[in-house]
C-alpha cells in the first residue's frame, strides 16, 4: 500500500486552465515537496511545505495537516508545464516516500 | 535553490564493464546523499543513503556489490554499477540533504544508463 495518494494520475488542460493536483498522506508528517520532473528526466524541486501555503510565480502549494492532503495548483498553465508532479512526503527524519506521479498535459 | 549536478548525463555501455557516475552539490555541502533508480513510468526507488566518510545504507533488494557507493567527500558521491547487464538499465539519480531543520533535499538532473 502506497503510503502517499495522487490523483489524478493523468491530467489533461487547454493552456491557460487552471490546475489543481492532488496528494493524500497516512500519518504525520515533517515535511512534504512537490517535484516536477520533465521529459527527459531531471528532477526540480518546486516546493517543500510543513505547513500552510507557499506561492512561486504561478505555482501555488498548500498543505492542510489536519486533513494530511496537499495541492498544487498551477494557474494560467502553458505548454511548458507540461511534465510529470510528484509529491514526497518524509515520516520524521526518515527517507522520503514519493507519490506515484501526476502526468499533466497542457495543450496550446 | 542548491544546485546537485550529474555525470555523465547519459552513458552507453557494453555488458561486463563497469560504470561510474559522480553526483556533486555545487554550491554546498551534503553529508548525506541520496541514490534512486527510475524505470519508466515509475516512481523513484531508493537504492541507497550514502553518509560521508562511511559505508552506504542499502535498501532492502539491492546489491551492494554490484552498486558500489563511495561518498568519500561533502560535496562528491559516486554510483558505480559493476559488470553491467542489460537489466541494470535504467534512469538513475541522486539527491543531496541540507541537513537541518527541514531536512531539504535537491536532485540532480539524472544520468541514463544503457548496457547493450
Known amino acids: 500500500k502506497n503510503e502517499v495518494e495522487q490523483s489524478p494520475q493523468n491530467l489533461t488542460a487547454q493552456e491557460g486552465e487552471f490546475i489543481t493536483i492532488n496528494c493524500s498522506y497516512s500519518v504525520g508528517i515533517s515535511a512534504l515537496h512537490w517535484l516536477q520532473q520533465h521529459p527527459g528526466g531531471g528532477i526540480v524541486s518546486l516546493f517543500m511545505l510543513s505547513s500552510g501555503k507557499k506561492k512561486h510565480g504561478r505555482l501555488i502549494a498548500t498543505i492542510n495537516i489536519q486533513e494530511k492532503h496537499s495541492s498544487l495548483h498551477i494557474t494560467a498553465s502553458h505548454p511548458r508545464d507540461s511534465a510529470v508532479y510528484i509529491c514526497?512526503?518524509?515520516?520524521?527524519?526518515?527517507?522520503?516516500?514519493f507519490g506515484t506521479g501526476t502526468r499533466l498535459q497542457v495543450f496550446p | 535553490g542548491a544546485v546537485v549536478s550529474q555525470h555523465p548525463s547519459r552513458v552507453i555501455c557494453k555488458s561486463g564493464t563497469s560504470v561510474k557516475i559522480e553526483c556533486r552539490s555545487l554550491d554546498f555541502q551534503a553529508t548525506t546523499m541520496f541514490w534512486y533508480r527510475q524505470f519508466p513510468k515509475k516512481s523513484l526507488m531508493l537504492m541507497a543513503t550514502?553518509?560521508?566518510?562511511?559505508?552506504?545504507?542499502?535498501e532492502q533488494g539491492v546489491e551492494k556489490d554490484k552498486f558500489l557507493i563511495n561518498h568519500a567527500s561533502l560535496t562528491l558521491s559516486t554510483l558505480t554499477v559493476t559488470s553491467a547487464h542489460p537489466e541494470d538499465s535504467s534512469f538513475y539519480i541522486c539527491s543531496a540533504l541540507i541537513a537541518g531543520p527541514y531536512n531539504e533535499q535537491f536532485f540532480g538532473p539524472g544520468t541514463r544508463l544503457t548496457v547493450l
Open positions: 550514502s553518509n560521508e566518510g562511511s559505508k552506504a545504507t542499502y
Open positions: 514526497a512526503v518524509r515520516y520524521g527524519t526518515d527517507k522520503l516516500i
